[in-house]
Nanobody, 121 residues
Framework: LQLQASGGGLVQAGGSLRLSCAAS????????VGWFHQAPGKEREGVSC???????DYLDSVKGRFTISRDNAKNTVYLQMNSLKPEDTGVYFC????????????????WGQGTQVTVSS
């Protein structure tokens, strides 16, 4: 079971990026997927998750700016990030867990390798 996150990069404040999390080795129709942000020197924080049925959840600080979605036919979950701020800088990880959508990292069993997002001011 493997997850691969991609789509990070360098963007100016106010810009947008779309992160992708692709799964291989299993069909994740029954898995919830979360996105986690780890800023330099800080702990990993859940910013969004999407349940197996497509219900999203967001950290307050990203509500209205980030949108999570999934395409089960492609085994891929996306995180559209708009109106990016310098504090959004960090490594973004995706993770999968059976059924339950949660922004608590300890609940997740499968993790991707992370993709770097840098937002310049």
């Amino acid at each position: 079971l493997q997850l691969q996150a991609s789509g990070g990069g360098l963007v100016q404040a106010g810009g947008s990026l779309r992160l992708s999390c692709a799964a291989s080795g299993f069909s994740w129709n029954y898995y919830a997927v979360g996105w986690f942000h780890q800023a330099p020197g800080k702990e990993r924080e859940g910013v969004s998750c999407i349940s197996s049925s497509g219900d999203p959840d967001y950290l307050d600080s990203v509500k209205g700016r980030f949108t999570i979605s999934r395409d089960n036919a492609k085994n891929t979950v996306y995180l559209q990030m708009n109106s990016l701020k310098p504090e959004d800088t960090g490594v973004y990880f995706c993770a999968a867990e059976y059924l339950t959508c949660t922004r608590t990292s300890s609940e997740y069993e499968y993790w991707g390798q992370g993709t770097q997002v840098t937002v310049s001011s």
